[in-house]
């Protein structure tokens, strides 16, 4: 039983069909009119066991507002079934877990925002190597959409985060985003997060967790055509916040990954294009296929500009740009990365441009790549 921090889990083996890595009376939205003033008073997120500064009905514009999620869980909760829910323009900080959250729905469109300085009183996801317990919350990014669809998460500034910048995932009988043991409700199917964008996206200081995941949490989940293009994610070397691990005492870990967290699952037709990565504590872009029996397939990573990234990470021991990996440290159980295409991309100042583990070499073409003193531009694990 393993797990890491969040965003780069490593899998769990439990009864339930998971594997893991490290308000409605007086209901109050933010719409036509002025802001409020002063921290807002939370009400209900629905069934989830969170409680809200704003909760989204469908169909709802939230523009050019400020929402100060001070004492509350949730800046901005978007529930199941609220489809077609616009934010724009707006600026979402203080919430103790995600500064955004939406459950199982589809048709959101988050562009335009300003979020920051959410998620730095969440439950804990739990110590690295120790399964979930009571009272852990494995995932709380600044904007987080577990269980969504056909959104598009585009031009927004997410910094200064506890939990991680941007977490698209599925939702179900595990969910990423429910406190282990609370009150809230999951689903009882599996819900794919399938057709997302994230793009054009700004991200940096978002400690404890990755910039952008695609992640699969659920049990022979199937999910992709996700894409993930335009962002520019600039990791920071500051001392960590606090000591220990945890929402404040964890690096800024950068990084965008696309990654298996459940046996069996697949995802696939994802595409990396046209990002910038840069001095991420974790490699720039990884590929991992992560619990036993799962497949990422079809990922793409092209276009992209890396430089300087993985400082802080064991696998590899040194900087690298791009990670595809299909072992768990180091064993093989059935996990494959397949048809992974690495191509077009610009990769400086790191030790491995491509660096790859497992039966699946990605294919290499057209980069540009420049590795420090004694580094392989393209290097594949000896197997055993």
Known sequence: MSRSISGRILFRSVAAPAIVLACTAGLVTVGAGAAAAGPPRCTAAGTSGFTAAVVATAGQRIARRRVDATGCDV????????????????????????????????????????????????????PIGAPPSAGDLPQAFGISLFGVSD??????????????????????????????????????????????????????????????????FNTGEQMGHDTVTGNVVIGTTNPQRGTG?????????????????????????????????????????????????STTMDVAVTGNMLSGNNWAMGVPANTAGVVVDSRLN?????????????????????????????????????????????????YRQPAG
């Open 75 to 126: 800046g901005i909760y978007i529930g199941p079934g609220t489809t077609h829910v616009t934010v724009a323009g707006v600026s979402v900080s203080g919430a103790s877990d995600a500064g955004i959250l939406a459950q199982d729905t589809s048709q959101l469109t988050i562009t335009g925002s300003t979020v920051h300085g959410n998620g730095f009183d969440a439950p804990p996801s739990g």
């Open 151 to 216: 959104s598009r998460i585009e031009r927004n500034v997410v910094f200064d985060n506890g939990r991680g910048g941007i977490g698209v995932m599925d939702d179900g009988p595990f969910d990423p985003g429910q406190v282990i043991g609370g009150t809230g409700t999951t689903p009882t199917a599996n819900v794919p997060a399938d057709r997302d964008v994230v793009a054009g996206n700004i991200l940096w200081a978002n400690y404890a967790g990755c910039a952008i995941v695609i992640a699969a």
């Open 245 to 293: 691990f945890g929402p404040h005492g964890a690096p800024d870990v950068g990084g965008i990954v696309v990654q298996t967290n459940a046996v069996h699952s697949t995802i696939s037709e994802i595409e990396f294009a046209h990002n910038i990565v840069a001095n991420s504590a974790e490699a720039g872009i990884i590929v991992h296929a992560a619990a036993p029996g």
């Open 330 to 378: 180091p064993q093989d159980l059935g996990q494959r990365t397949v048809d992974t295409v690495v191509t077009r991309n610009i990769i400086t100042g790191e030790f491995y441009g491509v660096w790859s583990r497992g039966p699946d070499a990605p294919v290499t073409s057209r980069n540009h790549i420049r590795v420090t003193a004694g580094g392989t531009p393209v």
